[in-house]
Structures are given as structure tokens and as C-alpha cells.
């Protein structure tokens, strides 16, 4: 893989922007917290089986690739929470 | 240490203190009575520089790998002149305020002599079903104070130039719910010591002291500069983990156990500044405990290939402010910790070190893991056994919990506790000899790992009724049944989460009259009786003959987008019940006809391709 890998699906590109390893969507610049620039969807856990149930407790902020719509992370986390920002590589 | 020391001789050296080691933890297992124990295999043995420095430790459970030695670092403070520390004698503690990580971690640590020279000591741990703390079990769910979770011993010389001393061992006894078998878990730790420092006398007889002293320095030395040589391969930067928990002990409480990681050359950082102020009840960790916790997943994840030293620890910080969950303030209650907040820390800082290996080249690709099972609730109990005597203890089904995905591998099915990867679970039929039980089901739970590419391991699933007592109080620690406790990573879905149901004054007789008992979740809402489906915690109540406990664990994380699961390994899931076949519609888009088990290719393609509209819509 050509870039600096920092994900399973995410490499930061020559030109310094995070980029999708399976699409080569570009989606934010190295440095920023890729949640910010993903798609995203909330989704209830209760409709995944044998997850939690109680949606005033938490939700499962699901972040995809705007390209290719893989699932990039999913963050279990309380109503209202802003995305954590889990990468932050020196290069 | 390349001029000084014989390098053959040094490696056969570092082999013969580990198997020493290994011995005592073996003589131990054959000494104790206690299943968590003898089965479990929770035990630790480590030999100590005479300044209390950690030399190399053999462990069933890495959360005690700091735990003598802090225990060693007090006994040295406080009884050096007086009573003095001799030949022969050996101290016994248990205060997760010094080292461990709850009362029920019971230590004795040995001085080793030699030449009438105090040269090194050994110590043995492991964890002890009873405290007599306010509840049975010694984790109660209703304690505020660490005062109410029983014996915390500050060194009692148990063994005194190797006599056992006959007013401590009947204080220690009387003071909890089960004597008989707080009486064999002691014995076995003076009888590991005992091995332990008899071995590295006759090593001191064959290698010479001053070898002998010189090599034990170099482990260390050799632990911390292959730890820095390690970190200097992995690249710089910050990753960050939020794992949240449910419940304070008391009662629901949502927290945060959150770990910032910074790896800077050969250093490297765990700050947990961001974590929750410390809960009302015993789901806390004290500092000691913390530490411990961190080095669990540092020895099975960082540094696996290094050996298990305080030099291992010289590259790390730790940051924990005191008065949060990971460092609670004296004298709050923390019996819950290992399973819950523990848990917590172990799978934060894994995530995080996962997420920088995966930036550190196809070098470290096989080394990435999502979190192991951090959800975990174990019953605890006391009263009156089948056979009329007081005891007390825990089921430790949820050692059969599931290990975390890779990116090569599903995690492991009914694996382990991260921070006790040698752990088994009991037979059944030596837990129901052994406690008022009887087991009517056991197995994998279908669905309880993370989805992703590639799936986390699936954990346990028990239903037990108590038999053979009228005088059962039965209670439980534990966090997740609200919280995903245990995260996915890179688009794995977090586990499953764990759940208990009690149902008191059941009409299980009826049903076994008609040759029937019920075998899973949904068969035992069908009974007739107090139907009780629990917290994550919760405290002892009164059981007896035919009340039932069905008890189901959170699994290992997920790896990847489920969307990538091969259709195949899917219907394999399905037909050995790892995954629904609801799961394998809605989380993996597979069509699987449910009579002919066949996979229906054009729909699954269909199903995929809606799932991946769905995620880019605006709805």
C-alpha cells in the first residue's frame, strides 16, 4: 500500500490527505479527525441483535467512506458526544 | 552485560528462574482447593531483587505482575527493624491500596537468604473466593467503603523463620465465610514460596551468588532496553479509546474510562485524565489496581516478546488522577475492579495500541487485536452448601469469554479474560461437587462477539438452578448490560451485552416432571415465579433449591466492515450457531435460506447493495 497506512481502510497520500484505501476517496487532510469529514449515521443498537437497548444511553455513531460507503468505525458513545478523535499520527 | 556475564549461562539462567517460578505456581494449584484456582489457574509467583524490584514473574493472571512488589517495597518500609525481616519468615497482605487490585488478591511474600545475606524475595498471589466482606464472594455490589470488603491485611508475619504462627492463621480463618478453603489457599501460597526460594538457592549453589546477582540485574536491564528498542520502531503520534460502563455497584451509573496514548521515541504515555470521577460504589480502581491493569495488556500486547520486568516499565508512564474511577481516593470501595473499570483500562489501551501498530508497517499487522471481552458479571454467593457447612465463592463462567478479531482471524470462541489469557472454567460436574448448583445449560452464546470481517470470539451462556440448600444468598459484579463495554475497531461492531436473570421461587419440579428444564434466554421467561432480570451489578439476595440463574457473557470486538465477510464464513457461523441467521441478514447482508441452509447469492448481493445505499442516504 503506496501512503502512510492509519487504518485498516484509511492511508495518508503523498499529497497529505487521508484517503481510502479500497476507493482512493480523498477525505479530509492528515491531521484532521476523519469522523468530521465521513458519512455518518446514528444507528440504535437495539436493532442489532443482542446489543444494548436503551437508546437514551447510547447510540452507535456508525463513519463510512463517502466513496465506497465502508464501515470505518463504529463508536458506541451517549447521545450528543462529538466524535473522538482516536488518530493522530506524526509524520 | 555482553563482557561480563557468560551469555550461554545467562539464557540458561533466565529459563531456570521461569520454570522455578512456573513450580511454585504449580505447587499452588496442587495445594489450593479453590476452582478459580486449581481450574482457573489465577495465580502468580515472581522473584524480587532484595530491593523489591520485579525480576521475572510466572503468572495465570497479569494483573498482579506489579502486586508483590508493591507489597515487598511496604514489608521492607515498615518491618525492616521491626519485627525484623529473617530467614524463614513470610508476610501476608491483601490491600488494593498497596498493591493488587481488591482484598480478595491475598499475597504472602518470602525473603530469600543467602550466606545469612537478605538476597532476593519471592511472592505468590492469587485470587481468593471469601474476604468476609459485607457481602459473600468478596466483590460486593452494596459496599460504599473498602471497610466493608473484608480482611485487608498489612503484612501479618505468618511464617516466622518458618513457623507458622498459629494466632494469625486462626485470625485469618475466622475472619471469613469459608476457612476451609482460605486455609488451603494460604497453605499453597507459603508452600509456593517455600519451592520457589528452595530452587534459587540450589541456583545460587550452581551458578555461584555473584552470577547469580549480576544476572538477575541484567534481566532487567535487558527487559527495559529491548522495551525502548521496540518503542523506537513504532512511529510517533497520539491514539485515543472512550470505553463507557454502566453501573456504580450501587446502582446504573454511566462512566467513562477514557485513554489518551502518546508514543514519542522510546517512551511512551497512558493518560486516563479524561476518565469519570470515581463511583459510589465498589466498581473503582485504586491505583495500584490500575497499574496492574496496564501492565496485563502491555505483556500480552506491547511487549509479549520481552521479558515480564520492572525495566519493561521504565518506558511507560501512567496518568491517573485520584479521585476518578481509575484511581479512586481512600477509602473508597473497589472490590468490582478487575472485571469492570480493569477491563475497561485493558481494552482502552489495547485499542489504542492496536491502532498504532496498524501505522507501524506489515511488521506488527499480525500483533493488531480488538479488544477482548471488557464486559464481564460473574455470580457471587454464601451461605450453606449441600452439605450443611458455610461457605462462599464466585462462578467464573465468564473466563469463557471471547478474545478480540485480528485482521487475519476471528477471535477466539469462549477464550479468556485479557488479563488472565490461561484461564479454564470449571467442569460442570466439579462445580456442582463442589456448590449447591446444578448446571442445565452451557455453551457459546450465538451473536455475543462483535460483527466484522472478521468476527470477535463469542463468550459463555449458563443456566444453573441452586440445589441442594435452603440458605443461598446469591449476588453479582459485573458492567455492559447497557453499555457496549467492548469496542470493535476499524468498522467491527462492539460485543454483545452481558445479561443475568434470576427467577426466584421458579416451578422448575413441574417442569421437570415433565422430563423438560428450560435450555436457553427465551425458555426461561416461560417459568412460573419472580422473574428478575438484574443490572450489572447487583446485590445478594436470598436463593434457594430451584431458583434459577441463566448468565450470558460479552464477547471479543469485531475487525473490519462486516460488508467483507465472506458469504461463506457466514453461513459457516450460522450453522454452528455463532451467528443468527437476523445477524447474517441485517449486519452481514447474507440471504441464507433457512431450511435448505443454502446462501441465496443474488439476494445477498442485493441486501449488500441496499445496506451501502442506506449508509450514504440522508434518512
Known amino acids: 500500500m503506496a501512503g502512510q497506512r492509519i487504518h485498516e481502510y484509511l492511508k495518508i497520500n503523498s499529497g497529505g490527505m487521508v484517503e481510502c484505501a479500497k476507493c482512493g476517496r480523498e477525505i479530509c487532510r492528515a491531521g484532521e479527525n476523519y469522523k468530521e469529514h465521513a458519512a455518518m449515521r446514528e444507528v440504535d443498537p437495539s436493532e442489532v441483535p443482542l446489543r444494548t437497548r436503551d437508546r437514551s444511553i447510547e447510540i452507535y455513531y456508525e463513519y463510512y467512506c463517502p466513496g465506497c460507503a465502508t464501515l470505518l468505525e463504529v463508536d458506541a458513545a451517549g447521545p450528543g458526544e462529538r466524535p473522538l478523535k482516536d488518530i493522530a499520527i506524526n509524520i | ?619
Open chain 2, 1 to 619: 552485560m555482553e563482557k561480563e556475564l557468560d551469555l550461554v549461562k545467562y539464557e540458561i539462567f533466565k529459563h531456570r528462574i521461569y520454570n522455578i517460578l512456573e513450580e511454585g505456581r504449580i505447587a499452588i494449584r496442587q495445594v489450593s482447593g479453590s476452582p478459580v484456582v486449581v481450574e482457573g489457574g489465577e495465580t502468580l509467583c515472581s522473584l524480587h531483587m532484595a530491593n523489591g524490584d520485579p525480576i521475572m514473574t510466572a503468572a495465570g493472571i497479569l494483573l498482579h505482575l506489579t502486586g508483590c512488589m508493591d507489597f515487598i517495597y511496604r514489608a521492607s518500609e515498615w518491618y525492616k527493624d521491626d519485627p525484623g525481616i529473617n530467614d524463614g519468615d513470610q508476610f501476608f497482605f491483601s490491600d488494593p491500596y498497596i498493591g493488587g487490585q481488591h482484598t480478595a488478591d491475598m499475597v504472602i511474600i518470602k525473603p530469600i537468604f543467602h550466606g545469612g545475606k537478605h538476597i532476593a524475595w519471592v511472592g505468590s498471589c492469587m485470587h481468593t473466593p471469601e474476604t468476609g466482606a459485607i457481602e459473600p464472594g468478596g466483590s460486593p455490589a452494596t459496599a460504599t467503603e473498602i471497610y466493608q470488603e473484608g480482611i485487608r491485611a498489612q503484612g501479618f508475619k505468618i511464617m516466622d523463620r518458618d513457623r507458622l504462627r498459629p494466632e494469625i492463621f486462626r485470625f485469618i480463618m475466622a475472619a471469613t465465610r469459608d476457612p476451609s478453603l482460605l486455609a488451603l489457599d494460604t497453605k499453597a501460597k507459603i508452600a509456593a514460596n517455600n519451592v520457589c526460594s528452595k530452587r534459587f538457592s540450589s541456583l545460587i549453589n550452581k551458578f555461584g551468588f555473584d552470577f547469580v546477582e549480576r544476572a538477575c540485574g541484567a534481566v532487567i536491564e535487558e527487559s527495559e532496553s529491548l522495551a525502548r528498542e521496540k518503542l523506537r520502531r513504532l512511529p510517533d503520534g497520539s491514539w485515543a479509546s472512550c470505553l463507557r460502563g454502566d453501573c456504580s455497584g450501587m446502582k446504573e451509573r454511566v462512566f467513562k474510562v477514557a485513554c489518551e496514548m502518546t508514543k514519542k521515541g522510546d517512551e511512551i504515555i497512558f493518560d486516563y485524565s479524561g476518565s469519570s470521577s470515581q463511583n459510589e460504589g465498589s466498581i473503582n480502581s485504586a491505583l495500584p489496581g490500575t497499574r496492574g491493569s496496564l501492565f496485563a495488556v502491555l505483556c500480552s500486547h506491547l511487549f509479549w516478546d520481552i521479558p515480564w520486568s520492572i525495566g519493561m516499565m521504565r518506558p511507560v508512564k501512567l496518568i491517573a488522577p485520584e479521585g476518578s474511577v481509575v484511581n479512586c481516593k481512600f477509602p473508597a470501595a473497589c472490590s468490582q475492579a478487575p472485571p469492570t473499570v480493569g477491563n475497561l483500562i485493558i481494552g482502552a489501551a489495547l485499542e489504542c495500541i492496536s491502532k498504532m501498530y496498524i501505522a507501524a508497517g506489515e511488521g506488527f499487522y499480525q500483533d493488531i487485536n480488538a479488544a477482548w471481552a471488557c464486559g464481564a458479571q460473574h455470580p457471587y454467593f454464601g451461605g450453606i452448601n449441600q452439605y450443611g457447612i458455610p461457605f462462599g465463592g464466585a462462578v467464573l463462567d465468564d473466563f469463557a469469554s471471547g478474545c478480540g478479531a485480528t485482521p487475519l482471524r476471528d477471535g477466539v470462541d469462549s477464550g479468556a479474560l485479557l488479563f488472565s489469557p490461561q484461564s479454564n472454567i470449571s467442569d460442570v460436574e466439579t462445580l456442582e461437587q463442589n456448590i449447591p448448583f446444578m448446571y442445565l445449560a452451557r455453551r457459546n452464546a450465538t451473536d455475543s462477539g462483535g460483527f466484522g470481517k472478521f468476527r470477535g470470539g463469542n463468550s459463555y451462556e449458563a443456566i444453573y438452578m441452586v440445589y441442594g440448600t435452603e440458605h443461598l444468598r446469591l449476588g453479582g459484579l459485573g458492567i455492559g448490560k447497557k453499555t457496549s463495554v467492548t469496542p470493535g475497531i476499524f468498522g467491527g461492531y462492539p460485543a454483545a451485552r452481558i445479561e443475568t436473570r434470576v427467577v426466584l421461587n421458579s416451578d422448575l419440579p413441574q417442569w421437570f416432571a415433565k422430563s423438560k428444564w428450560p435450555l436457553t434466554w427465551e425458555e426461561t421467561g416461560m417459568l412460573k415465579g419472580e422473574i428478575i432480570d438484574v443490572n450489572s451489578a447487583f446485590p445478594a439476595m436470598p436463593t434457594r433449591t430451584y431458583d434459577i440463574v441463566i448468565n450470558r457473557g460479552s464477547g471479543g470486538g469485531g475487525y473490519g466492515d462486516p460488508l467483507d465477510r465472506g458469504p461463506e464464513l457466514v453461513l459457516k457461523d450460522v450453522k454452528s450457531f455463532a451467528t443468527s441467521l437476523e445477524a447474517a441478514r441485517i449486519v452481514y447482508g447474507v440471504a441464507i435460506d433457512e431450511r435448505s441452509q443454502l446462501i441465496d447469492y443474488e439476494k445477498t448481493e442485493e441486501l449488500r447493495r441496499k445496506i451501502r445505499a442506506k449508509r450514504l442516504s440522508k434518512d
